[in-house]
């Protein structure tokens, strides 16, 4: 029988295989984000929130093997099939062959990579925040290639058509739940 994991413990788990505070913010960003959109879908929040935050757990040490070390270390915590394979899916025609299903998986998909590109949108603001970041910010940013050029803008559309939601409606609720923990992201930036 699996163990459904506490936020507490998976916060734990993830900085133990992450010593970039970079990744444990992106990881607490894709949290807030994925909470956001429970509510939003009236679905469990935690689990979402959970799933959200540990995504990346074995990107710091292992990234050539991503994913697949989060699945063997999650095994050995005796977590859910469901959150493992949540988790891999979010990694769809990268590293893994798994497709996201539900719309847990889809959702994770589709925000993963726009957490990135709304952080780098907030940090270039004079405010250097994300409590006055605006859709039409990040939609400019997005079309230029050399911004955030790390991020694959195809996965998130990729997402947002997976999700039958229209990208500026999945950038607004990015947004909005990033703001949540604004102060937690490093993107509260100047603003009182």
């Not at 459904?4 to 734990?12: D, G, L, M, Q």
């Not at 539900?102 to 998909?109: A, F, G, M, N, S």
């Not at 605006?134 to 996965?155: H, I, L, P, Y």
Request: aromatic share 6%; hydrophobic share 40%; net charge negative.
């Amino acid at each position: 029988m699996s163990h459904i994991p506490t936020r507490e413990e998976a916060f734990v788990l993830l900085k133990k295989h992450t010593k970039s505070e970079s990744l444990i913010r992106h990881g607490l960003a894709v949290e807030a984000v994925m909470r956001f959109y429970a509510v939003k879908n009236n679905e469990d929040k935690e689990k979402w929130g959970i799933i959200g935050l540990v995504h990346d757990l074995d990107w710091d040490q292992y990234p050539e093997e991503h994913c697949k070390k989060t699945r063997e270390i999650l095994e050995s915590e005796n977590w859910p099939e469901e959150y493992i394979r949540a988790v891999e899916s979010h990694a769809w025609l990268t590293c893994t062959e798994v497709e996201p299903q539900t719309i847990l998986e889809k959702t994770l998909y589709a925000v993963d990579e726009l957490t990135g590109l709304v952080t780098t949108t907030a940090l270039i603001r004079p405010s250097k925040s994300v409590l006055d970041v605006k859709v039409k910010s990040v939609q400019k940013n997005w079309k230029n290639k050399r911004f955030a050029a790390g991020v694959d803008r195809t996965v998130i559309a990729r997402g947002a058509e997976m999700l039958n939601i229209e990208i500026p409606d999945l950038i607004q609720g990015c947004i909005e739940g990033m703001q949540k923990i604004a102060d937690e992201l490093g993107l509260k930036g100047n603003i009182k």
